[in-house]
């Protein structure tokens, strides 16, 4: 149930209740949300892994297609996803300060996950429909840092 609330509320974004509501979530919930999130966007490159006729995957059971898909592709995905959203995230920490807004690298590193909720839904949906780019995956760095903006205005000025 906090998941969907997760979800939900993440859509909403940059609206100031959204952001709140958000604020509220744990850290971990929000890494676990992360991991979910990641999965579905790697379930495109699943289907096609699992799929394949030719190269090296063709001729493995699947149990061991799987094993090889979590730990080549989902665990590289995941660690440069945290890696970037860090950066990210970080970078905006410094933006707030030029802002005079006061938040932390933690907060910034959820508002930062949260806002690839909507690129990484549209990806997966389009990736299933029609074969796209990974290179779509460095647009929605930018409308995360276009909406990142948006979101640290909506804090209060420090006094």
């Not at 100031?16 to 790697?42: E, G």
């Amino acid at each position: 149930m906090v998941f969907w609330k997760t979800f939900l509320f993440s859509i909403q974004l940059p609206k100031k209740q959204a952001v709140f509501q958000l604020n509220r979530i744990a850290m971990d919930i929000t890494v676990f949300y992360m991991f979910i999130l990641l999965f579905i966007v790697s379930i495109p490159s699943l289907v096609d892994q699992l799929t394949e006729t030719t190269g090296l995957g063709a001729n493995m059971n699947i149990v061991f297609q799987l094993i090889y898909f979590f730990m080549f592709y989902y665990l590289i995905l995941t660690i440069m996803v945290f890696l970037l959203i860090t950066a990210i995230a970080y970078m905006f920490t410094w933006v707030a300060k030029l802002m005079h807004r006061k938040l932390k690298l933690q907060l910034m590193w959820k508002m930062v996950a949260y806002t690839t909720t909507i690129p990484f839904i549209l990806y997966t949906i389009i990736d299933l429909i029609y074969p796209i780019s990974d290179k779509y995956l460095l647009i929605s760095i930018v409308y995360t840092t276009l909406l990142q903006f948006k979101i640290i205005a909506v804090y209060p000025k420090r006094k």
